[in-house]
């Protein structure tokens, strides 16, 4: 299947400091979406991004298809922002293939 | 409903037991998808029903993991003769149509403990 791969596995943040996640996968994609679980385990859609730019908030994310790359931006973090951040691909088929995910921290 | 919900939250069993977990789709859903989740890795897909039928079983691990969706909306994930290495989140989504192109909304998972 799909690789996905996501960067940083951790990451720290003051809070109000801005970030950026990336996310890479190994082969063309239908279907990306960004989540955010929180310390509860809900997986919480961000964005559905499978190519271009969008903004929601604090939060954009943009997806170069052809260079098989998503980035997610965090402006602004606050401590609610804390969680794991997923990057989840659908190739071919209709199952999602997520990366390890991006653990961030945000502290006052 | 207004998400995805899934009984029960948390379900401990002993070793060679038999679970059910349920799932409640959203509303007019005709997608869903079982996915497990094992401590600090991302989920982990299982099987997808598109209405009733399981289009794609490709990741049930072995034949002691089951699913259905008699009716095409609620979905029952069993797991017979349970082994500890199957303690984990089993997370459900659905989504309006075919997952490829489509949301997916998840529900808040059920943790499964096997002693």
């Known amino acids: 299947g799909i690789q996905v791969e996501q960067s940083p596995p951790d990451l720290i943040l003051q809070e109000g400091a801005n970030s950026t996640l990336r996310c890479n996968f190994s082969?063309?994609?239908?279907?990306l979406q960004w989540f955010h679980q929180n310390p509860w385990g809900q997986l919480i859609n961000l964005f559905y991004i499978p190519s271009g730019t969008k903004q929601n908030g604090r939060l954009s994310a943009t997806t170069v298809a052809t260079e098989r790359y998503s980035l997610l931006y965090i402006s602004s973090s606050q401590t609610t922002d804390s969680g794991v951040y997923f990057c989840?691909?659908?190739?071919?088929?209709?199952?999602?293939?997520f990366g390890t995910g991006t653990s961030l921290t945000v502290i006052p | 409903g207004a998400g995805v919900s899934q009984t029960p939250s948390n379900k401990v069993t002993e070793k060679g037991k038999y679970v059910e977990l349920r799932c409640d789709p959203i509303?007019?859903?005709?997608?869903l998808y079982w996915y497990r989740q094992s401590l600090g890795q991302g989920p982990e897909f299982l099987i997808y029903f598109q209405g009733t039928g399981a289009a794609d079983d490709s990741g049930l691990p072995n034949d002691r993991f089951f699913a259905v969706r008699p009716e095409g909306s609620v979905s029952t994930l069993k797991i017979q003769r349970t082994e500890r290495g199957d303690s984990a989140v089993y997370l459900c989504a659905s989504s309006l149509g075919t997952g490829g192109t489509d949301t997916q909304y998840f529900g808040p998972g059920t943790r499964l403990t096997v002693l």
């Open positions: 509303s007019g859903h005709t997608a």
């Open positions: 082969d063309s994609v239908n279907n």
């Open positions: 989840a691909v659908v190739s071919t088929g209709n199952q999602f293939y």
